[in-house]
């Protein structure tokens, strides 16, 4: 069974998620979203809405992702290890196996941070700050507690793959951009570049629930136009990519969401150097700097992290924002025929952080 717009509203009686009333009645609205997977908005007048997804590529792998997303919202509800995430993430209603169907709550309100930075045109530190603390909520969950968890044995326990691109021929792609095949080239030159990322894998830690795929659009706002900040609450959504991993990676993923909205902001002429052009940023890395500060203490204060290890998850961390941003690359050059000067911007900045992190830490982050 595919699910289309004709025939949502029918899967989700047949599952007891709705009342035939519901329908007769008028009191839906379907909204398909699609995006890698075929995604429904299902709008209720009169009861909770329900955001229903499905795989459109039937393999082995996406199959298992979202598997491991269902289990990341059952857990919450079924497992007193994992109940102080319950607030954390979507609500769980339904997982089909059979046909790769996922459905939980709807936050029709909800706003996405990169479409609520932009909407401000500014960075409050009190997102910052919720950012930090949301992130600790999953990280603090005990290790041994997730280590001999039954629903977690099917979680790969995987290294980031973009640590190793450099590593990779492009012509063993079966889909590779000409742009991405330019940015493996450019790494392949640079030596330090692959020796950063090869120290990075081989550091890399199995003993925290990552989310593994964090970025602004999976942090939605459930109450976006509050004017109390404190009161703005966070959830974090599609953890398809969820695993047993670094929690360096997700903080450093947070760490490069604020310097790469920077430097995909910056208006490049053609044939300027990205130094010249940086006071061109509308949304330069001074004004997200508070906001960074804000994510970075709080995250700190509430994992208990202080002198010697804190500035070791620190280090890591930023090193971590330097690989994600080189993903960050691969994925604006999806469908791209060459590398644009602000992708080209992003990797020279990723290479600098990844061979000085403690000025990074000092000059870009300004901790």
Request: net charge neutral; proline share 6%.
């Amino acid at each position: 069974m595919i699910l289309s717009l004709q025939n949502v509203a029918h899967y989700l009686l047949e599952c007891g998620l709705l009342r035939p009333e519901a329908v007769v009645d008028g009191d839906l609205t379907i909204v398909e979203t699609p995006r890698r997977n075929l995604n429904f908005k299902v709008i209720r007048k009169k009861g909770p809405g329900f955001f229903v997804k499905q795989i459109q590529i039937w393999n082995p792998q996406v199959s298992a992702e979202l598997q491991r997303e269902a289990v990341c919202y059952w857990l919450p509800q079924h497992d007193r290890v994992f109940a102080s995430l319950a607030d954390l993430v979507p609500k769980y209603a339904h997982y089909d196996p059979a046909r790769c169907i996922l459905i939980t709550e709807l936050f029709p309100d909800g706003e996405n941070v990169s479409d609520y930075h932009r909407r401000l045109g500014k960075f409050p530190t009190e997102l910052g700050a919720a950012l930090g603390r949301r992130l600790a909520d999953y990280h603090r969950l005990d290790g041994d507690d997730l280590q001999n968890n039954k629903h977690l044995a099917s979680f790969p326990r995987a290294v980031p793959w973009i640590l190793s691109i450099h590593q990779q021929n492009p012509s063993q792609f079966t889909d590779i951009s000409l742009g991405n095949t330019q940015m493996i080239g450019v790494m392949q030159q640079y030596p330090d570049f692959q020796r950063n990322l090869d120290d990075l894998r081989s550091q890399w830690q199995k003993n925290r629930l990552i989310h593994g795929d964090i970025k602004w659009d999976n942090c939605l706002i459930e109450t976006p136009n509050t004017t109390d900040g404190q009161a703005l609450k966070l959830r974090i959504v599609d953890w398809e990519l969820a695993d047993l991993g670094d929690a360096g990676w997700d903080v450093g993923a947070i760490f490069q969401a604020y310097l790469s909205f920077w430097i995909l902001s910056i208006n490049m002429p053609a044939g300027v150097p990205p130094s010249q052009s940086l006071h061109l940023a509308q949304y330069p890395v001074e004004a997200m700097q508070p906001a960074i500060r804000a994510f970075w203490e709080i995250y700190r204060d509430r994992m208990e992290l202080s002198g010697p290890a804190a500035k070791t998850c620190l280090e890591r961390s930023v090193k971590y924002a330097a690989a994600r941003m080189i993903q960050t690359v691969y994925e604006c050059m999806h469908r791209s025929p060459q590398l644009t000067t602000n992708a080209l911007c992003l990797l020279q900045v990723s290479m600098n952080i990844l061979q000085q992190p403690r000025e990074a830490i000092r000059d870009l982050l300004a901790l």
